[in-house]
Nanobody, 118 residues
């Protein structure tokens, strides 16, 4: 069992910055990777950024150079941060934290709204 709790999000003007945080707890030793996905109205959920247990990162082309994902592991918790700079109106979406496990289904956070005004 893994619990995923998100924090951060909100409303920001274009060009501004926000930071999302995701804390995973429970059986964190089976987490292979963690990442952030987003879903805008009428669109499919898409990968924004991900980071593996070994620290390898992957970004959507649309956020490269603007977003940075990082992780920090404590004894019973893995925290993943998504620093978002130079935000654009097209970044507006609900952002979901994902914990990808070595085996078993993924775990998802409840989602947090990011709105970027022009």
């Amino acid at each position: 069992q893994v619990q995923v709790v998100e924090s951060g999000g909100g409303l920001v003007q274009a060009g501004g910055s926000l930071r999302l945080s995701c804390a995973a707890s429970g059986s964190i030793f089976i987490i292979a990777a963690m990442g952030w996905y987003r879903q805008a109205p009428g669109k499919q959920r898409e990968l924004v950024a991900a980071i593996t247990k070994g620290g390898n990162t992957n970004y959507a082309d649309s956020v490269k150079g603007r977003f940075t994902i990082s992780r920090d592991s404590a004894k019973n918790t893995v925290t993943v941060l998504l620093q978002m700079n130079s935000l654009k109106p097209e970044d507006t979406a609900v952002y979901y934290c994902n914990a990808n496990l070595l085996f078993g289904p993924d775990y998802w956070g409840q989602g947090t709204q990011i709105t970027v005004s022009s």
